[in-house]
């Protein structure tokens, strides 16, 4: 079951450079950065409200944001929904037949699980799925 939206994910060049641009805009400062190896991406997050901010930057040529960034200027690139089971979720819309970019939720940034479908086969928009991690499931 999808639970809420989580996150909203925004692609930047430099999160360095965009940090403050950000934080004077929600009067609110990034309280995580990470890099998550697998996706090749750089992330931080800034809550604003109830809600959350992921900024992302690329950390190689191969990564997604690279890509992404090489045909746009940057700015809103994928929504995140948390769920309360990932697998089942991903099982679900695997046979309702949404396109998935990973077949198994993988490790993401912020303590996640992550999974995103392909924008193909979601009428445009890159969907990411989330999960908590915990003990109960962790792999
Ligand atoms: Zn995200």
């Known amino acids: 079951m999808i639970k809420k939206i ?5 692609a930047v060049k430099s999160i360095e ?5 950000y934080e004077t805009l929600f009067s609110a400062e990034f309280y995580k950065e990470e890099i998550v190896e697998s996706e090749g991406v750089r992330t931080a997050f800034i809550r604003v409200g109830e809600s959350k901010i992921e900024l992302v930057e690329a950390t190689n040529e ?35 037949g949404f396109q998935l970019i990973h077949q ?5 940034a912020d303590n996640k699980r992550i999974a995103f479908l392909h ?7 890159l969907v990411e799925l989330c999960q908590e991690k915990n003990d109960d499931n962790e792999i």
């Open 17 to 21: 450079a965009t940090l403050p641009i």
């Open 6 to 10: 989580e996150h909203l994910g925004i």
């Open 104 to 108: 198994s939720p993988k490790d993401g």
């Open 62 to 96: 191969d990564s997604p944001i690279a890509k992404f960034l090489s045909k746009s200027k940057g700015g809103f690139h994928h929504v995140a929904f948390e769920v309360d089971d990932l697998d089942a979720e991903l099982e679900r819309l695997a046979a309702e």
């Open 119 to 125: 924008p193909k086969s979601t009428a445009g928009l």
